[in-house]
T-cell receptor, first 114, second 108 residues
Framework: KAGVTQTPRYLIKTRGQQVTLSCSPISGHRSVSWYQQTPGQGLQFLFEYFSETQRNKGNFPGRFSGRQFSNSRSEMNVSTLELGDSALYLC?????????????FGEGSRLTVL | AQRVTQPEKLLSVFKGAPVELKCNYSYSGSPELFWYVQYSRQRLQLLLRHISRESIKGFTADLNKGETSFHLKKPFAQEEDSAMYYCALSTSYGKLTFGQGTILTVHP
C-alpha cells in the first residue's frame, strides 16, 4: 500500500511569508501527526488530528496551525515565517485508536526560510 | 513534563560485537516506549515497541521501570544495522516525545 506522502518536498520562503504543507496519510488511517525536526531541537511534536479534530497540540506558537479534511488528508500552515522555522517537517499517520499504535512517517517537507 | 534522554550521540562497534543503545525516560504516568530507526535515505520507521515484547532484526529492549530505562540491545551487530536510532515515549494519541537520537555505525 502507498505510504505517507508529503508535498512539497522542498521549499524556500522569505521571512514574513506564510507556507502551507500537505500530508496524505496511508489509506484507512484517520490520525495525522506533525513534527518539526531541527539539528538543535531534534524531533518535536506540533499537533495531531483525528477525524478532522485536533486532539493534541505541542508547545509551538499560534503561527503554527493545521487542519484535517474529511478524507483524512492534512495541511499545516506557518504564518509570518521566521528564520528559526527552517526545518524538516514530518507528517505521520496511524489508525489513531490507541497511544501504543505505530506511526508511519512521510519523507518530510524541508523548509528553508531566508 | 515527559523527557527522553539518549546519552550517546554516536556509537561505533565492529561487526559481530554486541551493541547497546541507551535510553532513559522521565514520565509520571505509565510509559509506552518505542524505538524508531532511520536508515540512510529512508524514512523514519518503527523498530520495536515495549508492549509487543518482540525481537525485531535481532534487537530487543526491556522496560526497566525502576531505572526508568528502555535500552536497545543486539548481541551481534551487523553492518546493515548502521542507522540513526530514536527512543520515543508516547503519552497521547499521535504524540511522541523523542530522544535526540544515536547514530550507530557498525564497522566491517
Amino acid at each position: 500500500k502507498a505510504g505517507v506522502t508529503q508535498t512539497p518536498r522542498y521549499l524556500i520562503k522569505t521571512r514574513g511569508q506564510q507556507v502551507t504543507l500537505s500530508c496524505s496519510p496511508i489509506s484507512g488511517h484517520r490520525s495525522v501527526s506533525w513534527y518539526q525536526q531541527t539539528p538543535g531541537q531534534g524531533l518535536q511534536f506540533l499537533f495531531e488530528y483525528f477525524s478532522e479534530t485536533q486532539r493534541n497540540k505541542g508547545n509551538f506558537p499560534g503561527r503554527f496551525s493545521g487542519r484535517q479534511f474529511s478524507n483524512s488528508r492534512s495541511e499545516m500552515n506557518v504564518s509570518t515565517l521566521e528564520l528559526g522555522d527552517s526545518a524538516l517537517y514530518l507528517c505521520a499517520s496511524s489508525l489513531g485508536a490507541d497511544i501504543t499504535g505505530e506511526l508511519f512517517f512521510g519523507e518530510g517537507s524541508r523548509l528553508t526560510v531566508l | 513534563a515527559q523527557r527522553v534522554t539518549q546519552p550517546e550521540k554516536l556509537l561505533s562497534v565492529f561487526k559481530g560485537a554486541p551493541v547497546e543503545l541507551k535510553c532513559n525516560y522521565s514520565y509520571s504516568g505509565s510509559p509506552e516506549l518505542f524505538w524508531y530507526v532511520q536508515y540512510s535515505r529512508q524514512r523514519l520507521q518503527l523498530l520495536l515497541r515495549h508492549i509487543s515484547r518482540e525481537s525485531i532484526k535481532g534487537f530487543t529492549a526491556d522496560l526497566n521501570k525502576g531505572e526508568t530505562s528502555f535500552h536497545l540491545k543486539k548481541p551481534f551487530a551487523q553492518e546493515e544495522d548502521s542507522a540513526m536510532y530514536y527512543c520515543a515515549l508516547s503519552t497521547s494519541y499521535g504524540k511522541l516525545t523523542f530522544g535526540q537520537g544515536t547514530i550507530l555505525t557498525v564497522h566491517p
